[in-house]
C-alpha cells in the first residue's frame, strides 16, 4: 500500500515515489510497505494545513462541535481497539495486551480534550473601571508540525493531536518512520468522520528530511516533538530562525528513590516495573534505582532473582512477560551502552545477552541490572532506553536528594516511604516534571506531563496541554471613550 500519505483530504503516494517496508521487530515479518515522504510533501501539506486554517472551517467552529468530533473519534477508536493494538503490537514487537492498554489511554486523551474543547470561554479581567470591559480570550495558534516517537506510537500522536485539534488549530503529523500504521488508521478515522478537507495531514518519512523540513518551514506556527535531546536540539535550532512555538518532551533518566521503610514487595514489584515495562523503551522509566544502604544487598539480591525469571516474547506469546527493543540498531546501541557501564566499574548482576536462540530472529534484549554504579558513570548520566536499571546507593535522605537530583535530565521520579513527611519532603525538592509517592508509570490526561532541565521545553496533557496550542489575546474595550488630554491642540 503506498498511498497512505493524508494530504488535503486525500490519501497520496510520495511524490518521489519512495516506500518503506515495515517489518516487526520480534520476528522480521513485513508488516506492511507504506509511502516514504519527502520535502515536496511536506511543503505540500504545509500549504494544506495553512489554505484550511486561513478559511477558518475547523478554528471558527464551535467549542461544543470540535469536542463532539473528538468523541466521535473516541467511540470509533474503542469499537476498532483490537485492530489498532494489532497494529501497535506489529510495529513495535510489544505485547498486544500491552498495546490494548496503549489504545485505551488513547480514547482516554480524545474523551479529556473533547471537553476541555467545550469548557473554556475565556475569563473577564476587573480593570478596576466600570467603563471598561476587559477580557482574555484564548484563539489557535494556526498551522502546528507534531513529530512524535516510535515507543507509544499512538499514544504520543493523540497527546498532541487531541488538543491541537480541540484549540482549532491546523496541523501536519509525521510519526516515527518505523511506527507508522497507527497513524495511518487514525487518518482513516478522520477521513470516516469528515473532518474538513487540510485541517489534519499526514507525511510518513524519516526525520532528517520530513522533521527538519516541518522545523524549518516559515509557514509553521508550532513545533511539537517527542524524542531524544539531539534531534530536540536540531529542532529547536530551527525553529528559532522564525521564532515559531515549541513544545518539546526529551526523554529523562528517572531516579526511583526506595527508603528502607518502604513496602518492600510493593517496592520490588514496582522497580521492576519501572525499569523494565515496554523493554525500558519508555521516556519515564525508573532505570536509575537509589536505594538506602541498610537493605540494598537483599533488596537487589532479590530483584536480581526476579529480573532473571522474566520471559520475553512476541506480540501474540501467551506467556510472554516483556518483548524486543525496536530494531537492531537500538538493540546494538543498548549493548554498547552496557559494555561502557562495566568498563567504568559497573557490575553485571544479570542480563546484558540476547536472549536464548529462540529469540534470534527478533531484536531482543535481556533484563540487565548493573549494580555497584557512581555518579558520573555514563551508564547513570545517559538514558539507554533500554532494559537496564542502574543501582547506587545512599545513606542519608538527603543523599537520596542529591543523588536523584544529579542529572541533566529532570522528567520523572519516584519515592517510596511510608513515612509521610519524608515523602512530602522528598517530593517537593525533586527537580522533575512528575514525582510518584509509592507507585511508578500512571499518568492522567488530565495532569501535565513534562520535565525540567534538558527534559524539555512546555507541557502536554492537562490544562497546560491545551494551552501550548493557543493564543491569549487581551481584549480592551473602553464603552465610553473620552478625550485624554494628553496633548494640547495645537494653536
Known amino acids: 500500500m503506498s498511498n497512505t500519505l493524508y494530504i488535503d483530504g486525500r490519501w497520496e503516494s510520495a ?39 486561513s478559511s477558518r472551517v475547523w478554528s471558527d467552529a464551535s467549542g461544543e462541535d470540535r469536542g463532539e468530533f473528538l468523541d466521535r473519534v473516541a467511540r470509533t477508536l474503542e469499537d476498532r481497539l483490537d485492530e489498532f493494538a494489532k497494529a501497535e503490537a506489529l510495529d513495535t514487537g510489544k505485547r498486544f495486551v500491552e498495546a490494548q492498554i496503549d ?25 478596576g473601571d466600570p467603563r471598561v470591559l476587559s477580557r482574555v480570550v484564548y484563539e489557535p495558534v494556526g498551522v502546528c508540525a507534531l513529530i512524535t516517537p516510535w515507543n507509544f506510537p499512538l499514544l504520543q500522536a493523540a497527546w498532541k493531536v487531541a488538543p491541537c485539534l480541540a484549540a482549532g488549530n491546523s496541523l501536519i503529523l509525521k510519526p516515527a518512520e518505523i511506527t507508522p500504521h497507527t497513524a495511518i488508521l487514525l487518518f482513516d478515522v478522520f477521513d470516516q468522520l469528515g473532518l474538513p478537507e487540510g485541517v489534519a495531514n ?27 535531546l539531539p534531534t530536540g536540539q536540531r529542532i ?82 501467551p506467556a510472554a512477560e516483556t518483548g524486543p527493543l525496536v530494531s537492531a540498531e537500538h538493540r546494538d546501541s543498548v549493548s554498547e551502552y552496557v559494555r561502557r557501564g562495566l568498563a567504568e566499574g559497573a557490575r553485571l548482576r544479570c542480563g546484558g545477552g540476547w536472549g536464548r536462540e529462540e529469540h534470534s530472529s527478533g531484536f531482543f534484549f535481556e533484563p540487565t541490572i548493573l549494580d555497584q554504579c557512581q555518579r558520573g558513570m555514563s551508564v547513570v548520566t545517559d538514558e539507554s532506553f533500554g532494559p537496564v536499571i542502574t543501582v547506587e546507593t545512599f545513606g542519608t535522605e538527603q543523599e537520596a536528594l542529591d543523588i ?37 508509570h500512571p499518568y492522567l490526561p488530565q495532569a501535565e506531563w513534562g520535565g525540567f532541565k534538558r527534559s524539555g521545553i512546555g507541557r502536554e ?17 473602553n464603552t465610553e471613550p473620552t478625550v485624554t488630554g494628553w496633548f494640547s491642540k495645537s494653536s
Open 15 to 53: 511524490q518521489l515515489g519512495e516506500t518503506k517496508e515495515i517489518r516487526c521487530p520480534a520476528d522480521g515479518t513485513v508488516v506492511g510497505t507504506v509511502a516514504t515522504g519527502g520535502v515536496q510533501d511536506v511543503d505540500v501539506a504545509i500549504d494544506a494545513a495553512k489554505n484550511a486554517f
Open 103 to 127: 489504545i485505551k489511554d488513547v480514547v482516554a486523551c480524545f474523551k479529556y480534550f473533547a471537553r476541555s474543547a467545550r469548557g473554556d470561554a475565556g475569563r473577564v479581567i476587573d480593570a
Open 461 to 477: 496533557l492537562g490544562h497546560s496541554g491545551l494551552d501550548e496550542y493557543r493564543e491569549a489575546k487581551h481584549i480592551y474595550q
Open 202 to 228: 499526514l507525511v510518513l518519512g524519516a526525520g532528517s528530511t520530513v522533521g527538519a523540513r516541518m522545523s524549518e518551514h516559515p509557514d509553521v506556527d508550532l513545533v511539537s516533538f517527542t524524542g531524544g
Open 236 to 317: 529547536a535550532a530551527a525553529a528559532a530562525k522564525t521564532v515559531k512555538k515549541l513544545a518539546l518532551e526529551l526523554g529523562g533518566k528517572n531516579p526511583n528513590v526506595i527508603f528502607a521503610d518502604a513496602d518492600r514487595e510493593a517496592a520490588l514489584d514496582n522497580a521492576l516495573n519501572a525499569g523494565f515495562m515496554d523493554s525500558g523503551q519508555v521516556c519515564s522509566a525508573g532505570t536509575r534505582l537509589i536505594i538506602e544502604e541498610s537493605i540494598a544487598e537483599e533488596f537487589v539480591n532479590e530483584l536480581v532473582e526476579r529480573a532473571q525469571q522474566i520471559r520475553m516474547g512476541g506480540p501474540f506469546d
Open 404 to 440: 536523584a537530583n544529579d542529572t541533566d535530565f529532570g522528567l520523572a521520579g519516584a519515592v517510596w516511604t511510608s513515612d509521610q513527611g519524608k515523602a512530602h519532603r522528598m517530593s517537593r525538592l525533586l527537580r522533575h516534571g512528575t514525582i510518584w509517592i509509592n507507585d511508578y
